[in-house]
């Protein structure tokens, strides 16, 4: 029997030659397609600057440091995210916090976090790591207002939501990552993200101090700027001048990436239209089904469904070879941060939704045949 897993890489023809070519140029890694692929990066996300790293986690880590969170700060996150959102502050000695998620958007709840920085000592928090999960976009405007207010900086992770957008309070729709409201913005090239590069990352920003600071900080805090070097022994000359890590993407990813990124467009449109198939089918169903904002221009990385019998929907699902997942257990369940303090019942609306989510198949070459082979199994499962 096919499987039909929750997400899938598309690897076309085109993509392999972008790949054989790039293997058979001069440059492995360091080379040119690494600035060609940040560039074209930049123009779809409507970002000034973006940065080409190893992998989203990657990205996170970087982005922390180049905000200077250190073991003096104290970083706001969600509880429903991917572990990353919050450990990229703990890389860096800082201390994470915190804030339950909006039961009907499920990102972070704006109203939860104003309350929690109103009570709180003023200067008491640094900044705010918020997600777009499953690629809803986050009002960021509201955010930025909360948190100029307070003095925070915003790190979007917006791994689940290249080519999303919100509109904002003009009536223009703002793309995540695009650099208008947050310092900073992740993405991730995992294979079942929009884009693939295999393992990936990138960093977008319209700050030119921060785009210079993450260029060092990617390739072991070197440059060989001659306009900053402190000595100059020659042309082979290169200084550290700062702590940093080998995070780079190498040109043959890149060229997957750049390929990949020319259908981009074309595959948000099909996550669209297979989200709506869903929501057109499943909605007689003993479902909570996704939330649509007509605001907002949903990404659609996952589509995650709310049933009292998950655990026996995901069994029968898998024993059809629907790959189905579960997106995610929340973070501050986990042992490492119940042994910081945190515990069950400290965010009651995440927990309620992790006890309850489940992650459909959804990805631009799932077909409608094989969706329907999904939708059929839900009924027989109901049924």
């Not at 729709?173 to 913005?185: D, I, P, S, T, V």
Request: aromatic share 10%; glycine share 8%.
């Amino acid at each position: 029997m096919k499987i039909i897993p929750y997400g899938k890489q598309e690897i076309t023809q085109q993509d392999i030659d972008a790949v054989v070519g790039a293997l058979q140029s001069d440059f492995l890694t360091q080379g040119p397609q690494i600035a060609s692929f940040e560039k074209e990066f930049a123009q779809y996300i409507g970002s000034q600057y973006a940065v080409a790293v190893a992998n989203g986690t990657a990205a996170l880590h970087l982005a922390a440091l180049a905000l200077n969170v250190d073991t003096n700060s104290k970083v706001i996150t969600t509880p429903i995210t991917f572990v990353a959102s919050a450990n990229c502050i703990a890389y860096c000695g800082g201390t994470v916090d915190f804030v339950d998620i909006d039961p009907n958007t499920y990102t972070i709840d704006l109203n939860k976090l104003e309350l929690l920085l109103k009570s709180s000592p003023e200067g008491a928090y640094q900044g705010v790591v918020p997600v777009d999960f499953a690629g809803y976009p986050l009002d960021l405007e509201r955010l930025r207002s909360i948190a100029d207010k307070h003095g925070l900086w915003i790190l979007e992770d917006a791994c689940h939501s290249p080519g999303g957008s919100f509109k904002d309070s003009t009536g223009t729709h703002q793309k995540c990552g695009n650099g208008n409201f947050a310092e900073l913005a992740i993405f991730s090239f995992h294979p079942v993200k929009h884009i693939a590069t295999g393992e990936g990352g990138m960093i977008t920003t319209n700050s030119e101090e921060l785009y210079k600071k993450l260029l060092q900080l990617r390739t072991h805090g070197i440059t060989k700027d001659s306009s900053v070097l402190i000595d100059n022994h020659g042309g082979w000359y290169y200084e550290m001048q700062t702590l940093g890590y080998n995070y780079r993407l190498t040109d043959f990813q890149a060229a997957l990436g750049s390929s990949q990124l020319k259908r981009a467009s074309v595959g948000l449109e099909r996550r669209q239209n297979l989200a709506k198939r869903y929501s057109d089918a499943l909605s007689k169903y003993p479902l909570v089904l996704p939330n649509v904002n007509h605001q907002s221009n949903h990404a659609w990385h996952l589509y995650v469904i709310q049933t009292e019998k998950r655990l026996g929907l995901y069994n029968y699902l898998h024993s059809q070879n629907i790959k189905v997942q579960v997106h995610y257990i929340p973070v501050h369940t986990m042992p490492y941060y119940r042994q910081l303090g945190w515990k069950m019942g400290d965010f009651p609306v995440a927990e309620a939704f992790y006890d309850k989510c489940l992650s459909l198949p959804i990805y631009p070459t799932l077909t409608n045949q094989d969706q329907d082979i999904v939708i059929q199994a839900i009924d027989n499962f109901f049924s």
